[in-house]
């Protein structure tokens, strides 16, 4: 069962920091690969990171790579997503999903979304 829960968003100047946070009530995440998505007003959901079930690897799409970072804790059944150095390009709705996570890119099976959190990033 996947009872999934973002939080961790806000209002951020640009160059500035938030820690965004996926959290499930349901089954043991660790075991499953998670994946990042945002969606700006207007465009297309597009895939922004993941992390593997199976060996760790991670992705990042080029906009974001080398300044976000996602990492998983176990002890809160969680998976983060640091993001540091925020654009205005960030802005938009972020979302966790269980995913295929690969070395290229992100695959969601699903259609279903949560509420997601809101990152804004203006001066």
């Known amino acids: 069962q996947w009872q999934l829960a973002e939080s961790g968003g806000g209002s951020v100047q640009p160059g500035g920091s938030l820690r965004l946070s996926c959290v499930n009530s349901g089954v043991t995440l660790a075991y499953y690969s998670v994946g990042w998505f945002r969606q700006a007003p207007g465009k297309e959901r597009e895939g922004v990171s993941c992390?593997?079930?199976?060996?760790?690897?991670?992705y990042y799409a080029d906009s974001v790579k080398g300044r976000f970072t996602i990492s998983r804790d176990n002890a809160k059944n969680a998976v983060n997503l640091q993001m540091n150095s925020l654009k205005s390009e960030d802005t938009g709705v972020y979302y966790c999903v269980p995913v295929s996570c690969y070395e290229r890119g992100i695959w969601y099976g699903g259609n279903e979304w949560g509420e997601g959190t809101q990152v804004t990033v203006s001066s």
């Open positions: 992390i593997s079930g199976s060996d760790g690897h991670t």
